[in-house]
């Protein structure tokens, strides 16, 4: 974390009850300073399940998983520390480019090629008071929070400012749509 190499404790990221045991058994542990580690510094040990306890709950989970499974994690703790799943998030932000291709097509079927349905356009219908939009308008965005700091959005989504006509967006959200999960920078119009 601060990337210093003395003062060092190592921290069970499962603790308790015979968890700090599997932990060791599994290498559930990280080696950190005793200011982030020691309940009566303040450390991650003074507030269980919330803050860097537990997101390092949640990127061990989340690596353990990659290679054993959801099913495999479960069984040892019978606790599940990431409530918003990947496939869930990526279902809802193919649902999203599906919704707003659909209301590009209508709009150019019924004559309206210049009034383009954009992702605020859906925000705004979808969820009128804000409450739960989720993080950077970005349900990838949402569940990567759960393991630490996003700063900004890198997902795949069209430059709406480009966008001229809904023939354009159709094209676009479909391409997003398409292409759930792929990090960029950038997004050019297509034939542009």
């Not at 974390?1 to 003395?6: I, N, P, V």
């Not at 949640?58 to 690596?63: A, I, K, T």
């Not at 356009?121 to 965005?141: A, G, M, Q, S, V």
């Not at 398409?178 to 950038?186: F, L, Q, T």
Request: proline share 3%; hydrophobic share 30%; aromatic share 14%.
């Amino acid at each position: 974390m601060s990337g210093q190499k003395t003062d060092l404790q190592k921290h069970h990221i499962f603790h308790g009850e015979g968890r700090r045991e599997v932990s060791d058994r599994h290498g559930f542990w990280v080696y950190l300073q005793a200011k982030y580690h020691s309940a009566a510094l303040g450390g991650l040990h003074a507030y269980p399940n919330s803050g860097l306890d537990l997101q390092l709950k949640r990127l061990c989970q989340r690596e353990y998983e990659k290679v054993y499974g959801e099913e495999a994690f479960f069984e040892i703790f019978n606790e599940d520390f990431i409530p918003f799943k990947k496939e869930k998030a990526k279902d809802l932000q193919r649902t999203m480019w599906q919704i707003i291709n659909l209301n590009n097509w209508k709009r150019r079927i019924n004559g309206k090629s210049d009034e383009i349905y954009t992702q605020e356009d859906f925000w705004k219908e979808i969820y009128p008071d804000d409450i739960r939009r989720p993080l950077h308008d970005c349900f990838l965005c949402e569940y990567e929070s759960q393991f630490g700091e996003v700063e900004q959005c890198i997902h795949t989504k069209p430059d709406w400012e480009k966008i001229k006509t809904t023939e354009e967006a159709e094209k676009e959200a479909f391409y997003a749509w398409g292409n759930i999960g792929i990090e960029k920078r950038g997004f050019e119009v297509w034939g542009k």
